[in-house]
């Protein structure tokens, strides 16, 4: 049977997330999971979507690639709005577009 690993909240801590896979057993013959929050509050949240693209691993959205997608219109439009500031200054999406 193989095995599978879920991991949630890698909220862009992309040294963490390496060392987390070398630890797990047998990877190669197992799935990989992640179920959502990516983003946001570490410094590397482009390095993990990008290795998480790359490795074809399953992946679902989290409230954090939610409000960054919310949030893609007011960047386009260089205007704020209340949504917008919460996920900037509160919910780490500042990290996020400087890893970008």
Not at 34 to 42: A, E, K, P, T
Not at 54 to 79: A, W
Request: with cysteine; proline share 2%.
């Amino acid at each position: 049977m193989e095995k599978i690993y879920i991991i949630g909240d890698v909220h862009g801590c992309y040294k963490s997330l390496i060392a987390l896979i070398n630890k797990l057993p047998n990877k190669e013959k197992s799935k990989i999971c992640f179920v959502g929050d990516l983003v946001d509050r570490g410094a590397n949240s482009y390095d993990v979507v990008k290795f998480v693209i790359e490795n074809n691993y399953d992946c679902i959205l989290g409230n954090h690639e939610q409000m960054f997608l919310e949030s893609v219109p007011t960047i386009r439009n260089n205007k704020n709005d209340e949504l917008f500031e919460h996920w900037l200054y509160e919910a780490g999406g500042k990290q996020t577009l400087n890893s970008y």
